[in-house]
C-alpha cells in the first residue's frame, strides 16, 4: 500500500513538472555588445525561465522589435555599436499602434544625470553592471507585472463581447465570465456590493 502510495505521489510530481515545463515562456530580447556578459545574461535569463531573444548590436535589436511577436521585455546594455541604448529607448517609445514594451537599461555609470537622462530617453528602470543575478530576476518580474497590466487595460480598451442578458463578457479563451470577475481579473480594481437606490425601492419596497 505504501509503496503504491510514493508511486502515485511521484507520478503526480510528474506530471505537475511536465505541466510546468510545457507553459509557454516570456520571450526577451537581450543586446550586449560584449560576448562574455552577453553569454553569462544569456545564462542567468534561461535559469529564470525566459526565452531569450540574443543580439549584438542595436541595429540587430531594432529589426527583431520591428519584426513580428515582438519580445514585450528588452534587456539594453547602453553602449552599443550601431544604434545604443538610448537610442533605442527613444524609437520604441516613438512608435504608434504596437503593444507596451518594458525596457530595462544596462549601465555601468549609476550617476543622477545618467539615470534622468536614460529616463527621459524611455527607459523603464536600470540595472548596474556587473549585473547582479537577484537583483535582475527581481527587476525583470517588476516588469512581467508592467506587462500584465498593459495588456489588460489594452483588452478593457477594446471591443468586448457582452452577452445581452446576463450581461457576462466573453474573454480572450472564448469562456464567458462576470462583468466584475474579468475587470478585476484585467485592471486590478476591486468591487464592494452594495444596492442602488432604484434597486433597493424595487427589491425591498417599503411596507406602508
Given at each position: ?76 546594455d547602453w553602449n552599443m555599436p550601431g544604434i545604443d ?17 518594458y525596457t530595462l537599461l544596462m549601465t555601468a555609470s ?30 525583470l518580474n517588476t516588469g512581467k507585472r508592467i506587462i ?61
Open positions: 500500500m505504501s509503496t503504491q502510495l510514493h508511486g502515485a505521489a511521484f507520478a503526480q510530481q510528474c506530471c505537475v513538472a511536465t505541466a510546468q515545463t510545457n507553459e509557454p515562456r516570456q520571450k526577451v530580447l537581450l543586446a550586449e555588445d560584449e560576448r562574455v556578459t552577453r553569454r553569462l545574461l544569456e545564462a542567468h535569463l534561461t535559469r529564470f525561465g525566459y526565452e531569450v531573444i540574443s543580439v549584438a548590436d542595436g541595429l540587430h535589436a531594432w529589426n527583431v522589435l520591428e519584426g513580428a511577436n515582438a519580445p514585450p521585455i528588452v534587456l539594453l541604448g538610448m537610442d533605442l529607448c527613444r524609437r520604441i517609445r516613438a512608435r504608434e499602434g504596437t503593444s507596451y514594451t549609476d550617476g543622477k544625470a545618467d539615470v534622468v537622462a536614460g529616463l527621459d530617453a524611455g527607459a523603464d528602470d536600470f540595472i548596474s553592471k556587473p549585473i547582479d543575478p537577484a537583483e535582475l530576476k527581481a527587476r500584465h497590466l498593459e495588456e489588460g487595460i489594452a483588452e478593457l480598451q477594446g471591443m468586448l463581447a457582452i452577452c445581452m442578458h446576463c450581461k457576462r463578457i466573453r474573454n480572450g479563451d472564448k469562456l464567458w465570465e462576470q462583468l466584475e470577475v474579468y475587470i478585476e481579473r484585467n485592471s486590478g480594481a476591486k468591487f464592494s456590493h452594495g444596492l442602488c437606490s432604484d434597486c433597493l425601492d424595487a427589491r425591498y419596497p417599503e411596507e406602508d
